[in-house]
């Protein structure tokens, strides 16, 4: 089971419950989290796609 499910089912549980404190908070802590996660994500495919670029510019010069 890969985590986005994970986090999908837990969602639909949370949202059974009918105490709204505890929602609310899962809601929080589970956006930061996420945030984190896609920070890390995000800056990963920049830097990947910083370094081809560069690769394919010093290519690119080194061709011409």
């Known amino acids: 089971m890969n985590p986005a ?3 999908d089912y837990s969602i ?3 949202l059974r ?5 505890a929602r ?3 809601f929080l802590k589970a956006k930061s989290l996420q ?7 995000y800056l990963n495919i920049l830097q990947n796609i910083v370094f081809l670029l560069f690769h394919q510019f010093v290519i690119f010069g080194i061709d011409e």
Do not use: E, H, P, T
């Open 5 to 7: 499910r994970k986090s």
């Open 12 to 14: 639909a549980f949370v």
């Open 35 to 41: 945030l984190r996660v896609y920070n890390n994500i």
């Open 17 to 21: 419950g009918r105490n709204d404190d």
């Open 24 to 26: 609310k908070q899962f």
